[in-house]
């Protein structure tokens, strides 16, 4: 039962990348930082386009965005606070949890893109460089959401946050799920005049609370 559980996974939930699906290789971000109760806070590094770039069909660019991870039980509440260092950019970020069925490494994500709404799985994942067997990947949608303050754009799949302070990203869930979560953030549709070639700095805040 397992097998046909796995197998009627849904990949990605749009067809452009279903299309590249074939191409998919795992990789591995230069960092994925651990936040925990005593480490709650860290400064990110991510191009200004990296969580969704129009070069790339829109999709996010695994290692010009920046990672993190933690731990949440079931029913506790979430909250990631990005703070941007610059004026013009605007933070964006999705969660992903991987549960029992996620039986890779968890510092292997599944390919060089990714999609900022969806699950993001490969079955039999392997080592690009090495070849490596490395399981299956299972990262499984939980949030997303970008700055919409002072943002030309507003793309409603994207989920558009204003909390009337541009470059502030505060994004709030309530964890469906006991156990394992990663997230990535990277700006989105940066202001003109913003140096898209450079890396700037995010602060973010990372908590997780019992209600």
């Known amino acids: ?43 990110f590094t991510v191009k200004s386009k990296a969580w969704s770039d129009p070069a790339f069909g829109d999709m996010g660019w695994t290692h010009s965005s920046d990672w993190g991870s933690f731990l949440a ?11 941007s260092e610059s004026v013009g950019i605007h933070p964006g970020a999705t ?3 991987r549960g029992a069925d996620d039986t890779s490494i968890d510092s292997y994500v599944v390919d060089h893109f990714y999609p900022q709404y969806a699950n993001f799985a490969k ?11 490395l399981g299956n990947i299972v990262m499984r949608h939980k949030a997303h959401g970008y700055d919409l303050d002072g943002n030309s754009r507003s793309v409603r799949r994207l989920n558009g946050i204003k909390d009337d302070v541009p470059g502030q990203l505060v994004l709030t869930f309530t964890a469906p799920n006991s156990g394992h979560y990663q997230f990535v953030v990277g700006g989105f549709n940066p202001d003109v005049g913003v140096d898209t070639t450079q890396k700037y700095n995010i602060n973010v805040k990372v908590t997780v609370t019992t209600p």
């Open 1 to 43: 039962m397992k097998i046909n559980k796995l197998a009627s996974f849904t990949l990605l939930a749009t067809a452009g990348f279903l299309a590249a699906s074939a191409s998919l290789a795992a990789t591995q971000p230069s960092e994925i930082t651990k936040f925990t109760l005593r480490k709650t806070t860290d400064v």
């Open 73 to 83: 039980r079931k029913g506790q509440t979430v909250t990631i606070k990005l703070v």
């Open 95 to 97: 969660v992903w949890f």
């Open 123 to 133: 079955f039999g994942a392997t080592d690009e460089t090495t070849g490596e067997s």
